[in-house]
């Protein structure tokens, strides 16, 4: 029943134009911040954004918001993973 209720919710959410996106921060973030954040997505993708947030100490700052099958991840991990990357291509071979 609980599934089949989850579904109902997101068929009814779908035609409103409503998604609910997974916000996880490496700090909690207070509802102002929420807010101007999903105002900022929902601009961008023409949906009413509502987070579902969560904390993950490991992403180091910055956030990484899940829409559907989309992720915008501005992490500092992977910002500093991708830099590390590009040093690592960039040295000269002997």
């Given at each position: 029943?609980?599934?089949?209720?989850?579904?109902?919710?997101?068929?009814?959410?779908?035609?409103?134009?409503?998604?609910?996106?997974?916000?996880t921060t490496a700090v909690a973030v207070g509802?102002?911040?929420q807010k101007q954040l999903a105002e900022q997505l929902s601009e961008r993708l023409h949906l009413d954004v509502?987070?579902?947030?969560?904390?993950?100490?490991?992403?180091l700052g910055?956030?990484?918001?899940?829409?559907?099958?989309?992720?915008?991840?501005?992490?500092?991990?992977?910002r500093l993973q991708q830099l590390r990357q590009d040093l690592l291509t960039q040295v000269p071979s002997r």
């Open positions: 029943m609980p599934a089949i209720e989850e579904g109902y919710h997101q068929l009814v959410d779908k035609r409103e134009g409503r998604v609910l996106a997974q916000l509802a102002a911040e509502r987070f579902e947030a969560k904390v993950d100490p490991s992403l910055g956030a990484v918001v899940r829409v559907g099958d989309h992720v915008f991840d501005a992490s500092l991990t992977t």
